[in-house]
Nanobody
Framework: QVQLVESGGGVVQAGGSLRLSCAASGRTFSTYAVGWFRQVPGKEREFVGAIIKSGSSTYYADSMKDRFTSSRDNARDAVYLQMDSLKPGDTAVYYC??????????????????????WGQGTLVTVSS
């Protein structure tokens, strides 16, 4: 089974950028779609975006599609989330998750029966005003 570890979180000023990484272990990483989610303490987890197994297509939540970009490097077993024009409202713990089925990731926060197979531990992003 794939295991995921996020990194790259930190403190950034509003308007700045960060790139999160999601490193995977396991020889079958290229058979998984990967999603990004975020959660503010006390609030529900929010879908950010997802990238298909090959990396050739991505999907984003409407509120983030103009500022966030996901990419992947299957040779390095890694997925990235480039976040630009960050706002204080982007402050959250960011998670990556993986599942063989893309739809499972895309609807994970709206369909209680969709549970991605693997989750990372999260990385905190703080955007100061």
């Amino acid at each position: 089974q794939v295991q995921l570890v996020e990194s790259g979180g930190g403190v950034v000023q509003a308007g700045g950028s960060l790139r999160l990484s999601c490193a995977a272990s396991g020889r079958t990483f290229s058979t998984y779609a990967v999603g990004w989610f975020r959660q503010v303490p006390g609030k529900e987890r929010e879908f950010v975006g997802a990238i298909i197994k090959s990396g050739s297509s991505t999907y984003y939540a409407d509120s983030m599609k103009d500022r966030f970009t996901s990419s992947r490097d299957n040779a390095r077993d890694a997925v990235y989330l480039q976040m630009d024009s960050l706002k204080p409202g982007d402050t959250a713990v960011y998670y990556c998750a993986a599942d063989p089925v893309l739809r499972t990731l895309v609807v994970a926060t709206s369909d209680k029966d969709s549970n991605p197979e693997v989750w990372g531990q999260g990385t905190l992003v703080t955007v100061s005003s």
